[in-house]
C-alpha cells in the first residue's frame, strides 16, 4: 500500500550542480504532478504529466525539466541548481477522465542548495 | 488577487474545542473540493472530497460548501492534540488543482 514514493528525502546541492528527483505510484493514476511548497506561497504546480507521453509546464517550470518514464513514474530534473530552489518538492498522482479524483501526495523530497 | 484565499491562521484552540476553518474562492468553475492534512515533514493527506453543495460529515469532521457564496469550510468536533497540523483547502476545476496556502493549527492538551 505505498501509494507515491519520493526519493530522495532528504538533499544538499552547491550551486550549478544537477540532479534528480525520482517518484513512483501505484495506484495505476494517469496523471502525475510536481509541486514546490515554500513557507507563505503555499503549493506551486511546476510540471504535470496528464498521461503516459505527454508532459507540460504549470506555474513555476523555469530550471526544471521532466521525464514520465511510464506510467507509474515521473521524474524531475534541476540541470544546475540555483539558491532559489531550496524547497520543498512533492509529487503527487491522480486519475483524470469522466470523474477526476483527488490528488495524493508523497512525503516529499528537502533540497537545500547552498 | 489569488483564486482561493484561506484564513492564514495560525489557530490554538484547547482540547475539546470545536474548530473552524476556512476558504473563499472566486472561480465559478470550481466543482470538486478538497481539504488535506500535512503534519510536520509530510506530505498533504486527503482529509474529506466532496462535489455538491451542503455537509459532509465523516467522524469528527464536518465539510461544509456553499457554492452560491463560493466558501468552503471544515469542522472539527471535539479537536485532539493528534488533530495539530496544517491544514489546507483544494478545489479543482478548469483541468486544474489550486490550493489554499494552508492553516496551522495546535490543539494544547
Known amino acids: 500500500n505505498a501509494g507515491v514514493t519520493q526519493t530522495p528525502k532528504f538533499q544538499v546541492l552547491k550551486t550549478g550542480q544537477s540532479m534528480t528527483l525520482q517518484c513512483a505510484q501505484d495506484m495505476n493514476h494517469n496523471s502525475m504532478y510536481w509541486y514546490r511548497q515554500d513557507p507563505g506561497m503555499g503549493l506551486r504546480l511546476i510540471y504535470y504529466?496528464?498521461?503516459?507521453?505527454?508532459?507540460d509546464k504549470g506555474e513555476v517550470p523555469n530550471g526544471y525539466n521532466v521525464s514520465r518514464l511510464n506510467k507509474r513514474e515521473f521524474s524531475l530534473r534541476l540541470e544546475s541548481a540555483a539558491p532559489s530552489q531550496t524547497s520543498v518538492y512533492f509529487c503527487?498522482?491522480?486519475?483524470?477522465?469522466?470523474?477526476?479524483?483527488?490528488?495524493?501526495f508523497g512525503n516529499g523530497t528537502r533540497l537545500t542548495v547552498t | 488577487q489569488k483564486e482561493v484565499e484561506q484564513d492564514p491562521g495560525p489557530l490554538s484552540v484547547p482540547e475539546g474545542a470545536i474548530v473552524s476553518l476556512n476558504c473563499t474562492y472566486s472561480n465559478s468553475a470550481f466543482q470538486y473540493f478538497m481539504w488535506y492534512r500535512q503534519y510536520s515533514r509530510k506530505g498533504p493527506e486527503l482529509l474529506m472530497y466532496?462535489?455538491?453543495?451542503g455537509n459532509k460529515e465523516d467522524g469528527r469532521f464536518t465539510a461544509q460548501v456553499d457554492k452560491s457564496s463560493k466558501y468552503i469550510s471544515l469542522f472539527i468536533r471535539d479537536s485532539q492534540p493528534s488533530d495539530s497540523a496544517t491544514y489546507l483547502c483544494?478545489?479543482?476545476?478548469?483541468?486544474?488543482?489550486?490550493f489554499g496556502d494552508g492553516t496551522t493549527l495546535t490543539v494544547k492538551p
Open positions: 466532496t462535489y455538491s453543495s
Open positions: 504529466s496528464a498521461s503516459e507521453g505527454t508532459t
Open positions: 483544494a478545489m479543482n476545476g478548469a483541468g486544474k488543482s489550486t
Open positions: 503527487a498522482s491522480r486519475w483524470t477522465g469522466i470523474n477526476n479524483s483527488p490528488l495524493h
